[in-house]
């Protein structure tokens, strides 16, 4: 069982930059590929960046690919996005998840088995 807890959202403007942290429970948290995701108001959810269980892997969405950083904390059970160059279009909750295995590269959010509740990022132009 992994217990995730998101932090860092608020309003900035657009160019600007955001870092989301993601606190996670549970003494496997290094055993799980971790994601982050994010759905828009009216729009699906969408996967954002995931990184493998030592953090030396990452894949990202080809919408945030350059602007996004997504980097794991081991030790502290901690998972971060950094956000740089901030589009309105960025504009959406954000969600941590979790799920078992070593594919990060499966993007359906339907894989993974653990969520956060989601913390709102509003990019102001």
């Known amino acids: 069982q992994v217990q995730l807890v998101e932090s860092g959202g608020g309003l900035a403007q657009a160019g600007g930059s955001l870092r989301l942290s993601c606190a996670a429970s549970?003494?496997?948290?290094?055993?799980?590929?971790m994601g982050w995701f994010r759905q828009a108001a009216g729009k699906e959810r969408e996967f954002v960046a995931a990184?493998?269980?030592?953090?030396?892997?990452?894949f990202y969405a080809g919408a945030v690919r350059g602007r996004f950083t997504m980097s794991r904390d081991n030790a502290n059970n901690t998972v971060c996005l950094q956000i740089n160059s901030l589009k309105h279009e960025d504009t959406a909750v954000y969600y941590c998840?979790?799920?078992?295995?070593?594919?990060?590269?499966?993007?359906?959010?339907?894989?993974?088995?653990?969520w956060g509740q989601g913390t709102q990022v509003t990019v102001s132009s």
């Open positions: 990184i493998s269980w030592s953090g030396g892997l990452t």
């Open positions: 549970g003494r496997t948290f290094s055993r799980y590929v």
């Open positions: 998840a979790a799920r078992s295995g070593t594919n990060i590269y499966d993007s359906r959010y339907g894989t993974y088995e653990y």
